[in-house]
Each structure stands twice: as structure tokens, then as C-alpha cells.
């Protein structure tokens, strides 16, 4: 719509990237100039951060050069409700850490919503399948998911199990949840298959991770008990967690969700 184009005029939105990012910053970047908007792209090499400055002073010189909003994604948990607490400015949370990503949950909800139809969303099951520990994707979903009618089941290696905080608030809400290690247990009842990704980076051990990492893996084969009007989802990127020749399967919405990441993020700065 042309009358978008003109929302965010004479705004310019920072986008500070402490940890790589492909998808998210891209499409926070679109999103902005979409709308009318300019971005600042900000990434710790190459800046004063190799130099030792704080991430409060980054912002603040930031600041200074009349940014209104920051788009962060840094490696600590919690690194944008400290950013909150120093900046009047809007914050959004690209990514903290191994605690949350709620706008990838936004444009997940959205894309089971586009999927699946949003009257087939009461009801369904999601299971949740990898790096759970780590993934905050999936710790923002199961959060967002709790507004729902919606069982969620957690498929994941021991060592890599859903946060008791998250079970905990997934309980609290009523949601039905229980966690398994072997994916065809229920993978024919389940609506939503969200893939994660086991992340090299999160592991101090690197012998730890390549216990894990080929755990799971999506193949045609694997998709032969699921549902003919399931859907396979991923925050991606994807290393080896799903076979290429899956992306053919009508099943396979991850690419979809990936485009559909755009359009929330347009909105939220809207």
C-alpha cells in the first residue's frame, strides 16, 4: 500500500548487531526503507567495541546522532532490557543471547496463522524439535503460544532440554506440554513440526556438540508418517537439521516463514 510508504519518514532506526545475523537484519533493514525510513547498520567488528567500549556507551554516542529507534541483537541475556533501562528511545530485541527472539515468534505465530488458517489454530499440536536449550526461538514461541489452545511437545537430545523457566510459564498458563527424545513418537499427531538448529556457537565444549549435533534430521523419509497438511517450520539458517530435498514438499513452509519476517517487522516499526 503507497500510503505506507511515507510512516516512518525522517526516522532513522539503528540496526546494532553484536552477533551475525543474515535474515533478521535484512529484513528489519527492507522493513525500514519500505516504510520510508533509514537505517544506521552497526556490527561490533570494525567499531569501537574492538577497542573495549561498552554497550551503554554504544548506544549513547548512537544516540547522539538523533537515532530513534535500536534494533539490538547481542550475545547476553537480557542485553536489551539494560539497553531499556538507559534509553529513552524505542528498543526492539532482535535476539539475546540463548533467552529470547519474541519477534521471530511474532512472525511464526504469523506464519501458522497464514499456514494452517487462524480457526485451525486452537486445537493444534506444535512439536518443537533440537537445540531447546539454547534456541531462544523456540523460547519466545512457546511463551507466545500459551494464548492459544495448543499442546506443545518438546523433542530434544537430554543434554538439550526446554528451560524449567519456560516450562514453568508454559504450566502456569495451562498449556498442555511434555518432552520426548524420539521424534516419530509424535510426529503423527503433531501439526507443526519447528525445526531448531543445534548452535556451534552456544557450546563451550566442542566435543559436547558434536555428540548432538546430527540428532535429528528431516528427510522425506522421516515425512512419510506425518500429516498431509502438516507444516515444517525453521527460523533458519539450517546446517544439516533438513534434508534440501524436504524444500520440494508442499509441507515445507520455512522459506515462506522467512518472507513473512519482513512484513512483521514492518509492522512493528510502523
Known amino acids: 500500500d503507497p500510503s505506507f510508504s511515507a510512516t516512518l519518514q525522517n526516522k532513522r532506526i539503528a540496526l546494532v548487531f553484536f552477533e551475525n545475523s543474515t535474515r533478521t ?8 526503507r519500505h516504510l520510508g525510513g533509514s537505517t544506521l547498520s552497526f556490527s561490533a567488528s570494525g567499531s569501537s567495541v574492538s577497542k573495549g567500549e561498552s554497550l551503554g556507551d554504544t548506544i549513547r554516542n548512537l544516540e547522539a546522532m538523533q537515532v530513534d529507534a535500536f534494533v539490538l541483537r547481542h550475545a547476553s541475556s537480557g542485553a536489551a ?12 530485541n532482535a535476539g ?11 512472525l511464526d505465530t ?9 480457526g485451525q489454530v486452537d486445537g493444534m499440536t506444535v512439536t518443537m524439535l533440537g537445540d531447546l536449550k539454547y534456541g531462544r526461538t523456540v523460547h519466545s514461541l512457546a511463551r507466545l503460544l500459551t494464548l492459544f489452545n495448543v499442546r506443545l511437545n518438546y523433542v530434544s537430545p537430554d543434554i538439550l532440554p526446554m528451560p524449567e523457566d519456560v516450562i514453568a510459564e508454559v504450566q502456569a498458563s495451562g498449556t498442555p506440554q511434555a518432552s520426548f527424545t524420539s521424534l516419530e513418537e509424535v510426529l503423527p499427531e ?3 513440526v519447528y525445526v531448531t538448529r543445534v548452535q556451534k556457537e552456544r557450546f563451550a565444549d566442542e566435543k559436547e556438540y558434536e555428540k548432538v549435533r546430527g540428532s535429528y534430521v528431516i528427510s522425506p523419509e522421516t515425512l512419510k508418517i506425518a500429516k498431509e497438511d502438516m507444516i515444517v517450520m525453521h527460523p533458519l539458517p539450517r546446517v ?8 520440494d514438499d508442499p509441507r515445507a513452509a520455512y522459506f515462506r516463514q522467512m518472507a513473512n519476517g519482513m512484513y512483521i517487522r514492518m509492522a512493528l516499526l510502523a
Open 110 to 118: 504469523f506464519t501458522i496463522f497464514e499456514e494452517l488458517g487462524a
Open 96 to 106: 539475546d543471547g540463548s533467552h529470547e527472539h519474541p519477534t521471530q515468534a511474532l
Open 81 to 92: 532490557d539494560f539497553i531499556a533501562g538507559i534509553t529513552a528511545k524505542t528498543i526492539i
Open 240 to 247: 544439516n537439521e533438513i534434508h534440501a530435498s524436504v524444500d
Open 25 to 32: 537484519r535484512f529484513s528489519f533493514d527492507i522493513a525500514a
Open 190 to 192: 503433531s501439526d507443526v
